[in-house]
């Protein structure tokens, strides 16, 4: 054997002793154990073992009534909502708002805000356990559970249970309060050799008209909630396609679907961390939904997860009280109050205060309106003092615009020469319309987020302050727009009243603007057309006031 050939086996089998020793004397570190990986929710949560995710749509969809005659299901009441929970699934689909009817008429049928899924519009909620392990049979949307009492009210829970046939109880004990709070306590009882690890999830499914915002230019209608303190909003038109979707971590907080007036939501344990995911899983479907962290549950224990389900009216006080009562991160949120929250939830307690009082909400907004006026006295009586004063000035200012015509350094010159020789502020005339924008904004966003105001009526034809003005003068029939110009009595008495208040200003010098502010009072009456006829009353009582007021200081100026 050659010297070359003998020194590379030589090395070789050195090289081999090398490793071999330094794997005895250095031994490599275990793996680290992997987290365990999260189980997925099912999208639309049937839940089932197979086909997981479908719901079975009929061509001809069923009525509530006829969905809900073919199922077995539980009953529940209280003063504020009435409906049943399916025992298939245990899912919550059919709530009606007790306090709350489609129409003006008495006999208008109550709200329906949750529905079976065979229906046409697809409202519902489920809760229940997930597992890594696929052997597990857990209880899903196929599982018929079985009552231990009888129908749900305030006073008495259901319970309901399931016995997989493989050592594990499944125990839900559902409680509902007074108004639209269920609380939802799941337990499994391990009676198996093994220790047992589950996911608790929950989830609300929807499903929407062609996935459309309504009013979404005035509220935020999809889905929204409170993630880690932060305000999450996502518009149905935001996930465009099937499996878009939204995911968020967050301990405590809340989630789910708000209307105008209405709202669901899955209310998370403070306690506990959840994964949140906001997701499209149909067409026109909508999902939100929780995965808390696994529970181990020991052989012969019993492991127990709680949440909450809210699904009724956004009442504001409510949702104060159930913030303060339950520790709710922020549920008032669940509430559009606009950039302006600041001035637009006090304006709410003032004018349910008012309401009260007063027994009227119309009365209300009309004393809110004059409060205010009061409230802005001085900075009014400054600003329309200054505006008066101009008023009285004009024919000296139309001498100044002649003179100088030609020469618009001059004119500038000359005519705040005249201001200073006046006592003129120009712009003290702005200060109350700067105070009013945020305070007309604001009540435009009560009368129409506030469920208070709905199917609040006045005096007179007016029926619902929440709702436009429906007397309209209707002469535009022959027009391609016949429903933007017809407009009711008080916006004409509102434009009108605004004419009345312009006039008492000074005319802008530039003779464009003259011709634009001429217009406004016209284009402010078929805008605030179709606003609340609440808005529209309380701006044309303001006007009033104002009119009143500027009147006094210009006789006061003497003009």
Not at 154 to 178: A, H
Not at 429 to 454: A, T
Not at 462 to 473: E, F, G, H, Q, V
Request: charged share 20%; aromatic share 12%; hydrophobic share 40%.
């Amino acid at each position: 054997m050659k010297e070359e050939t003998r020194g590379l086996f030589l090395a070789v089998i050195l090289s081999v002793i090398a490793i071999l020793v330094t794997n005895y004397l250095f031994p490599k570190a275990p793996a680290a154990p992997q987290p365990q990986q999260e189980p997925e929710i099912a999208a639309s949560a049937e839940l089932q073992t197979e086909d997981a995710g479908k719901i079975i749509v009929d061509e001809t969809p069923l009525t509530t009534a006829e969905a809900v005659a073919s199922e077995k299901r539980i009953k529940f009441a209280n003063t504020d909502i009435h409906g049943s929970i399916r025992l298939k699934g245990a899912r919550f689909d059919e709530l009606y708002l007790s306090k709350y009817k489609t129409g003006l008429e008495k006999d208008s049928p109550d709200i329906e805000l949750l529905s079976p899924s065979r229906t046409a519009a697809p409202y519902y909620a489920e809760f229940g356990w997930l597992s890594n392990d696929r052997n597990l049979k857990l209880p899903d949307g196929s599982t018929v559970w079985q009552a231990k009492t009888g129908e749900l009210t305030p006073e008495n829970p259901l319970v309901l249970e399931y016995n997989n046939g493989q050592g594990l109880r499944f125990i839900r004990k559902i409680s509902l309060d007074k108004n639209y709070m269920f609380n939802i306590e799941q337990s499994v009882e391990n009676n198996t050799a093994k220790s047992v690890s589950l996911f608790p999830y929950g989830l609300i499914s929807r499903t929407v008209n062609n996935g459309k915002d309504s009013d979404s230019a005035v509220v935020h209608e999809g889905m929204l909630g409170v993630i880690d303190s932060s305000l999450k909003e996502t518009k149905y038109t935001s996930l465009k396609k099937k499996g878009d979707k939204e995911e968020f971590k967050t301990n405590g907080g809340w989630a789910g679907f708000g209307d105008r007036y209405w709202f669901s939501s899955l209310v998370f344990n403070n306690n506990q961390n959840a994964k949140v995911k906001f997701i499209k899983t149909d067409d026109n479907t909508y999902q939100v939904d929780y995965l808390g962290d696994a529970a181990t549950v020991a052989p012969g224990s019993i492991g127990t997860q709680n949440i909450r389900f809210y699904s009724g009216a956004k009442e504001i006080k409510l949702l104060d009280k159930y913030t303060k009562q339950y520790n709710i991160d922020k549920f008032d949120l669940a509430v559009d109050f606009g950039w302006y929250y600041f001035l637009t939830k006090p304006f709410f307690y003032i004018l349910d205060f008012l309401y009260r009082i007063i027994g009227n909400m119309g009365w209300a907004i009309l004393l809110f309106a004059a409060l205010l006026r009061l409230l802005m006295y001085p900075v009014a009586n400054k600003s329309y003092e200054s505006m008066s004063r101009m008023k009285k000035i004009q024919p000296k200012m139309q001498e100044l615009q002649e003179k100088y015509k030609d020469d618009k350094m001059k004119l500038q010159q000359e005519v705040m020469n005249l201001y200073r020789k006046e006592k003129i502020n120009p712009a003290a005339g702005c200060l109350p319309v700067l105070i009013q924008i945020p305070v007309f904004f604001s009540l435009y966003k009560v009368l129409n987020i506030s469920i208070e105001i709905r199917h609040a009526p006045f005096i007179g034809w007016i029926k619902d302050l929440s709702a436009p003005d429906p007397l309209t003068i209707s002469v535009w029939s022959h027009l391609p727009v016949p429903a933007l110009l017809d407009i009711g009595i008080w916006p004409i008495l509102m434009g009108v009243s605004m004419y009345i208040q312009q006039k008492l200003n000074p005319a802008p010098a530039n003779k464009d603007q003259a011709r634009v502010f001429a217009m406004l009072p016209l284009i402010f009456t078929f805008m605030l057309g179709h606003f609340a006829s609440g808005l529209v009353i309380y701006w044309t009582l303001s006007n009033l006031l104002s009119i009143i007021q500027q009147k006094a200081i210009m006789r006061k100026v003497g003009v």
